[in-house]
């Protein structure tokens, strides 16, 4: 009877062990699958944290990637608009002392042409003057060998004719010559007049 009281209590101490044992293991196992299951957390933490960085990190760039973008477009822009500006003032300015010498030619040509031109005229009112007294001599030679009043009246009054005659046929020929004269020192002045009225009626270029 005692032997089998024995056996039984050793069955139940066995038993106690195995479910104590059984217990430990299980809390070991489930220990370690909660820090497994840390460990993994912290892990995806430091993942996402790090992700999280990098992302940030990549947009901050990519902004100032398209800041330093877009300041690089205006500044080209306000450049090519600075040269255009500087180039039309150039281009304005050349027109503007081409024009002036333009000018400056025509003007010249139109002194050359009006000088020349009254040393032409100077030349015909000699002639005409020189051929007046000519005739006039011819008169005063034909009235000195008159012999009657008669006579003299008749030479005089031919004398009277003729040279109205002439003057107003040399003077029609001389308003005729400076008339032709104005034109063509003229002609200069007038084409740079005409130039002129179109170049800057035109409206201006963009």
Do not use: C, W
Request: hydrophobic share 45%; charged share 25%; aromatic share 4%.
């Amino acid at each position: 009877m005692a032997a089998e009281q024995k056996t039984e209590a050793k069955r139940g101490i066995a038993l106690v062990e195995s479910v104590a044992q059984a217990a430990a293991d299980n809390a070991a196992k489930n220990a370690n699958e909660a820090a497994r299951g840390a460990e993994t957390g912290a892990a995806a933490t430091k993942m996402g944290a790090a992700t999280a960085t990098k992302m940030g990190a990549a947009t901050a760039t990519k902004m100032m990637e398209d800041g330093a973008s877009q300041a690089r477009v205006k500044m080209e822009q306000g450049m090519q608009q600075m040269t255009k500006t500087t180039e039309g003032f150039y281009k304005a300015a050349e027109e503007a002392a081409e024009f002036g010498r333009g000018n400056l030619e025509a003007m010249t040509r139109a002194t050359q042409t009006l000088t020349t031109g009254m040393q032409e005229l100077s030349k015909q009112y000699f002639a005409m003057s020189q051929a007046m007294g000519e005739h006039a001599m011819e008169s005063a030679k034909a009235l000195s060998g008159v012999k009657s009043l008669k006579e003299a009246a008749d030479i005089q009054a031919a004398f009277a004719k003729a040279s109205m005659e002439r003057t107003m046929a040399e003077t029609a020929k001389l308003q005729e010559a400076a008339y032709r004269l104005a034109e063509q020192a003229g002609a200069p002045l007038a084409a740079r007049m005409t130039l002129a009225v179109e170049k800057f009626s035109k409206p201006l270029a963009a």
